[in-house]
C-alpha cells in the first residue's frame, strides 16, 4: 500500500517561487481577459467543456461546428451579419487562450500543492490558506462559465456586473498569492491604512469593470471635463439613484474617473508611511506605480479607448495592486 513518507522539513521559499509563478500566471490571464474584452471576444464559445474544451479545433469542420454554435447566439444576430469564418477565428482565439490559461493554472497550482503536501513540506498554518486559495480558483472557474452564460440567452453581452465579480475574483486570488508568498518569508499582518488603501483600491477595480461591461469608456473622450461639463448636465438619471452608480455609463465613467485621485491620496499616504518605516524601494515604486496608472487612465480617454493603452491600463492595475500588497506586507512585518 502507499504511504505518505515521514514527516520532512517545510521548504517556505520553494513553495513561495511557485506561489510567485502561479501570480505571474493570473496577471498574464487577467491582461489576456482585458483583450478578450476589448475585442468583444467573450462570448465566441458557448459552450462550458472544463476537460474536452481543451482541445482547439483541428480542422474545417471542427471549425465550422464552432461558428455555427456562435451564429446562434444573441451577440452574433446583433452584430455578426457579415462576420467571415476568418473574423471568427479571430475572436475564438483570444477566449481560447484566455480559458486555457483559466486550466493552466489550475494544474500549475492544484498538482504542486498536492506534492507539498504529500511531503509533508507545508509549514504549520499555511495548509488552510493554500487550501482556500484553491477552492477560490475553482470558484473563479465556475462564475467565468456564469457571467459567460449571461450573454447567451437574450442579451448580446455578458453581464457586467457579472464581470466585475469575476475580475475581483481574479484580483483577490492574484493579492492573496502575492501575500502568502510574502508571509512564507516573514509572518505580517497589515496596518489599518493599508487595509483602508486596498479597499479603495478594490473599489476602483469594480467601477473599472463596470466601465469595460458597460463600454463607458466610448461615452466621453475628454479631459478632465466630461464633453463641455464635469457631469453633462444632459446625462440620462435613472431610477433608483443608487442605480445609476452600477448602470449608467455616465455616471460608471465619471465615479471612476474621480475616484482614482482618492486611490491616489491613499496610495500616497501609505508611501510615505512606507518611506518613514525605512523602505525607500517600495516607497517609491508605489508613488511609480499610481502615476503610471493614472496616466494610463487619461490616455486611454483621450484615444478613444484604443486597445493597446487600454490593455496597459489593466495590466497596470494588476502591478499597482501587487505593489501595495507588498508594501502592506512590509509595513506589517514583525520587527525584532
Given at each position: 500500500?502507499?504511504?505518505?513518507?515521514?514527516?520532512?522539513?517545510?521548504?517556505?521559499?520553494?513553495?513561495a517561487v511557485w506561489l510567485q509563478a502561479v501570480?505571474?500566471?493570473?496577471?498574464?490571464?487577467?491582461?489576456?481577459?482585458?483583450?478578450?474584452?476589448?475585442?468583444?471576444?467573450?462570448?465566441?464559445?458557448?459552450?462550458?467543456?472544463?476537460?474536452?474544451?481543451?482541445?482547439?479545433?483541428?480542422?474545417?469542420?471542427?471549425?465550422?461546428?464552432?461558428?455555427?454554435?456562435?451564429?446562434?447566439?444573441?451577440?452574433?444576430?446583433?452584430?455578426?451579419?457579415?462576420?467571415?469564418?476568418?473574423?471568427?477565428?479571430?475572436?475564438?482565439?483570444?477566449?481560447?487562450?484566455?480559458?486555457?490559461?483559466?486550466?493552466?493554472?489550475?494544474?500549475?497550482?492544484?498538482?504542486?500543492?498536492?506534492?507539498?503536501?504529500?511531503?509533508?513540506?507545508?509549514?504549520?498554518?499555511?495548509?488552510?490558506?493554500?487550501?482556500?486559495?484553491?477552492?477560490?480558483?475553482?470558484?473563479?472557474?465556475?462564475?467565468?462559465?456564469?457571467?459567460?452564460?449571461?450573454?447567451?440567452?437574450?442579451?448580446?453581452?455578458?453581464?457586467?456586473?457579472?464581470?466585475?465579480?469575476?475580475?475581483?475574483?481574479?484580483?483577490?486570488?492574484?493579492?492573496?498569492?502575492?501575500?502568502?508568498?510574502?508571509?512564507?518569508?516573514?509572518?505580517?499582518?497589515?496596518?489599518?491604512?493599508?487595509?483602508?488603501?486596498?479597499?479603495?483600491?478594490?473599489?476602483?477595480?469594480?467601477?473599472?469593470?463596470?466601465?469595460?461591461?458597460?463600454?463607458?469608456?466610448?461615452?466621453?473622450?475628454?479631459?478632465?471635463?466630461?464633453?463641455?461639463?464635469?457631469?453633462?448636465?444632459?446625462?440620462?438619471?435613472?431610477?433608483?439613484?443608487?442605480?445609476?452608480?452600477?448602470?449608467?455609463?455616465?455616471?460608471?465613467?465619471?465615479?471612476?474617473?474621480?475616484?482614482?485621485?482618492?486611490?491616489?491620496?491613499?496610495?500616497?499616504?501609505?508611501?510615505?508611511?512606507?518611506?518613514?518605516?525605512?523602505?525607500?524601494?517600495?516607497?517609491?515604486?508605489?508613488?511609480?506605480?499610481?502615476?503610471?496608472?493614472?496616466?494610463?487612465?487619461?490616455?486611454?480617454?483621450?484615444?478613444?479607448?484604443?486597445?493597446?493603452?487600454?490593455?496597459?491600463?489593466?495590466?497596470?492595475?494588476?502591478?499597482?495592486?501587487?505593489?501595495?500588497?507588498?508594501?502592506?506586507?512590509?509595513?506589517?512585518?514583525?520587527?525584532?
Open positions: 500500500m502507499f504511504s505518505r513518507p515521514a514527516a520532512s522539513d517545510p521548504c517556505p521559499r520553494a513553495i501570480a505571474a500566471l493570473v496577471f498574464a490571464m487577467v491582461v489576456v481577459g482585458g483583450i478578450t474584452r476589448l475585442t468583444e471576444s467573450g462570448l465566441s464559445i458557448t459552450r462550458w467543456e472544463p476537460i474536452s474544451g481543451a482541445i482547439p479545433p483541428l480542422n474545417a469542420a471542427d471549425w465550422q461546428a464552432q461558428f455555427d454554435l456562435y451564429k446562434q447566439s444573441p451577440q452574433f444576430a446583433a452584430i455578426g451579419h457579415g462576420m467571415t469564418l476568418a473574423d471568427f477565428k479571430f475572436i475564438f482565439f483570444w477566449e481560447y487562450v484566455h480559458r486555457l490559461l483559466g486550466r493552466l493554472i489550475g494544474l500549475v497550482f492544484a498538482l504542486p500543492l498536492a506534492w507539498f503536501w504529500w511531503r509533508r513540506a507545508i509549514p504549520d498554518g499555511f495548509g488552510w490558506k493554500l487550501g482556500a486559495i484553491l477552492a477560490l480558483g475553482a470558484l473563479q472557474g465556475a462564475i467565468g462559465w456564469w457571467m459567460v452564460a449571461s450573454g447567451l440567452v437574450d442579451r448580446p453581452e455578458v453581464s457586467h456586473i457579472r464581470l466585475a465579480v469575476h475580475l475581483l475574483t481574479a484580483l483577490l486570488i492574484f493579492a492573496a498569492l502575492v501575500w502568502v508568498s510574502l508571509d512564507l518569508k516573514a509572518r505580517a499582518r497589515p496596518p489599518l491604512l493599508a487595509i483602508w488603501a486596498l479597499c479603495a483600491l478594490f473599489l476602483q477595480f469594480m467601477f473599472g469593470a463596470y466601465v469595460a461591461g458597460l463600454d463607458a469608456g466610448y461615452a466621453f473622450n475628454t479631459w478632465p471635463r466630461m464633453g463641455e461639463d464635469w457631469y453633462p448636465a444632459g446625462a440620462d438619471w435613472l431610477q433608483p439613484a443608487l442605480s445609476n452608480f452600477a448602470d449608467n455609463p455616465v455616471t460608471v465613467q465619471f465615479v471612476h474617473r474621480w475616484l482614482a485621485f482618492v486611490v491616489a491620496g491613499f496610495v500616497v499616504a501609505l508611501a510615505l508611511k512606507v518611506w518613514r518605516r525605512g523602505f525607500g524601494f517600495e516607497s517609491a515604486a508605489l508613488m511609480a506605480a499610481i502615476i503610471c496608472q493614472i496616466t494610463l487612465g487619461i490616455f486611454t480617454i483621450l484615444s478613444g479607448v484604443l486597445i493597446n493603452i487600454a490593455v496597459a491600463h489593466q495590466a497596470m492595475a494588476v502591478i499597482l495592486l501587487a505593489v501595495m500588497v507588498t508594501a502592506a506586507h512590509r509595513l506589517g512585518e514583525a520587527r525584532p
